[in-house]
């Protein structure tokens, strides 16, 4: 009867934070790359009816309307600015708010936390990390140097920050906007869950 914002930065663990949630509270985990994956299923003419049908793979095509869907897959079939595309928010801000009447899932990313801020049955969830142990997981995951590895960094999380600012004039690391704030430098993924649970138990039920 929840549903679970995660806001993260880079390499953080989020997915599999967000994947192994999910798992354990039996909710669906949406992120953007399952997004980007239904969209340009349905935008398949042939195969949309079938698509549509086979509800039991995933609840995401209950919350994809047509006009949904054409915007998704513009967006998502393309290199993109956030802060100048304006459907790709309108698209997002809808897509978002469909899954909160949904119940019972888990969002990573998409500005989750603005959007359904004061939202009664929201739970919201920052994951953070200290700088040098982001630069060594980089590092070790991409087999860079360390320049380059902050180079990636700052580009991954730079999009994130100023699309919350652009958007919803807010601060993305402001404490405010969560529910929860994880430092997964010194948090497992299976600690980070329990956490995640016992907090959304306190303030929403499950």
């Known amino acids: 009867m929840a549903v679970i914002t995660i806001s993260k930065e880079f390499a953080t663990d989020s997915q599999e934070v967000a994947a192994k949630l999910a798992a354990k509270l039996g909710y669906e985990y949406i992120g953007k790359r399952l997004v980007s994956e239904i969209a340009k299923e349905l935008s398949i003419s042939e195969s949309e009816a079938e698509t549509f049908r086979k509800t039991d793979q995933t609840r995401m095509l209950r919350f994809l309307d047509r006009y949904t869907c054409s915007i998704v897959q513009r967006v998502v079939g393309r290199e993109y ?70 180079d990636i960094i700052d580009r991954e999380e730079k999009d994130s920050r100023e699309y919350i600012k652009h958007f919803f004039k807010a601060n993305w690391n402001d404490p405010a906007l969560y529910d929860l704030v994880i430092d997964m430098g010194n948090t497992s993924v299976n600690e980070a869950v329990n956490q995640i649970i016992e907090g959304v138990k306190k303030k929403v039920g499950i």
């Open 81 to 150: 600015s956030c802060l100048d595309d304006k459907k790709y928010f309108e698209v997002t801000k809808k897509l978002v708010e469909n899954l909160y009447d949904a119940d019972n899932v888990i969002i990573l990313g998409w500005g989750g936390q603005c959007i359904l801020r004061g939202k009664p049955k929201a739970f919201h969830v920052r994951l953070i990390r200290d700088m040098d142990s982001k630069i060594k997981k980089v590092m070790e995951r991409f087999k860079v140097d360390e320049k380059k590895a902050r």
